[in-house]
């Protein structure tokens, strides 16, 4: 089983980026992705996730700004990421779970990547 986040680099506040994360070794439908960020000396934290069915969810931090979808024939999850702002910068995980009763506790998820670097600068 594996999770492999792509996409990270260095942009200017204003700009954009989008992830990937390419999964591979379990049944990518029957799973809910989430994409979670951890900033230096902060929490892991919830930023949006999509399920089997395509519904997805976006932290209020990021709403408006942020899109996540996959591509099933390609078992990939995207977040594209617009208007970036210095405090988007953080390392950028994603995380896959088969049941979820809370998105946003870590313990809930099966398997995680290795994560991918953002940074923005002002």
């Known amino acids: 089983v594996q999770l492999v986040e792509s996409g990270g680099g260095l942009v200017q506040a204003g700009e954009s980026l989008t992830l990937s994360c390419a999964a591979s070794g379990f049944i990518f439908d029957d799973y809910t992705i989430t994409w979670f960020r951890q900033a230096p000396g902060k929490e892991r934290e919830g930023v949006s996730y999509?399920?089997?069915?395509?519904?997805?969810y976006y932290a209020d931090s990021v709403a408006g700004r942020f899109t996540i979808s996959k591509d099933n024939a390609k078992n990939t999850v995207y977040l594209q990421m617009i208007s970036l702002k210095p405090e988007d910068t953080a390392v950028y995980y994603c995380a896959a779970a088969r049941w979820l009763n809370s998105w946003s506790r870590l313990d809930e998820y099966d398997y995680w990547g290795q994560g991918t670097q953002v940074t923005v600068s002002s």
């Open positions: 999509i399920m089997g069915d395509a519904s997805t």
